[in-house]
């Protein structure tokens, strides 16, 4: 059983490339709702999150731990890989990262992210980036905002620079924004090459030898920290099926 967590619904986009890839692996998944976004709280806050995350995922028989959210993969991956070091721990930017330098014909890479990744330096560290912080890319996926107008506006907002700056890859450098790519495809055009870290880092995951029963039918589990009125309705819409959700309460809501 592989559990994923994130702050609320980006990390479902990895979930469903998972299943895709290994369909034989049940999944569990728990949305951190109550304390979403991770990305405008300090790095200290969010790796506390991702400890108590992975902690309730270990709980409920995880064997592996997908970070499936690209903050706290920024500044939470090594230290969970020191709290945890027996279990196997995937977080999202290393395989993006690969997966753009691999790509790119002219070597202008972009990467779009919350505050927090984009000052992390996570992905800036690999190589020279164009970088653009989007905070509210992630409220307004959380808000089911997909298609409104002012998204469309936002996000003009944000992308234009990297436009105009002549990149040909761009890394969606946040696991809540491929549920955007149509619009962010329609904004940056089709020479742009986007990069999704659910994808690569679902290939990663598929490529390791995992010592974990295969099953032909598996019950995937969905928790959440708070029931929001769209996380359902835009989880059962990205899936593409029905799923159960269950509301667990946060050590911060138990204090």
């Known amino acids: 059983m ?15 490339e998972i299943m895709r890839a290994l369909p034989g692996q049940k ?33 409920k028989k995880a064997k592996a731990i997908v970070v499936g959210c690209n903050t706290a993969s920024a500044v939470a991956g090594l230290k969970l890989r020191k709290e945890f070091p027996k279990v196997p721990i995937f977080e999202v930017i290393t395989p993006a990262v690969r997966e753009a330098l691999r790509v790119t014909r002219n070597g202008k890479i972009g990467v779009i992210g919350t505050r927090t990744t984009i000052g992390s330096g996570a992905y800036q560290k690999w190589c020279k980036m164009h970088t653009r912080e989007c905070p509210l890319f992630v409220p307004l996926v959380e808000a089911g905002h997909l298609n409104h107008p002012t998204t469309h506006e936002i996000a003009r907002h944000y992308l234009e620079p990297l436009k105009r700056a002549g990149i040909d890859t761009l890394i969606l450098g946040c696991t809540h924004y491929p549920l955007l790519k149509p619009l962010i ?4 055009g089709n020479t742009v090459q986007l990069v999704d870290s659910a994808e690569t880092v679902a290939r990663e995951i598929a490529n390791v030898k995992f010592k974990m029963q295969n099953v032909k039918l598996p019950k995937h589990e969905f928790y959440v920290s708070k029931k929001t009125p769209k996380f359902q309705e835009i989880a ?12 667990i309460r946060t050590k911060q809501d138990k204090d």
């Open 2 to 16: 592989i559990g994923i967590f994130d702050s609320g619904l980006g990390g479902l986009t990895v979930a469903k």
């Open 27 to 59: 999944i569990l998944y728990f949305g951190d709702t109550a304390r979403t976004p991770y990305g405008n709280k300090s790095p200290e806050v969010v790796a506390q999150y991702a400890i108590e995350n992975t902690k309730f995922l270990l709980r």
């Open 185 to 188: 495809k329609s904004i940056m």
């Open 236 to 247: 059962q819409n990205w899936l593409g099926h029905k799923i159960e959700l269950r509301e």
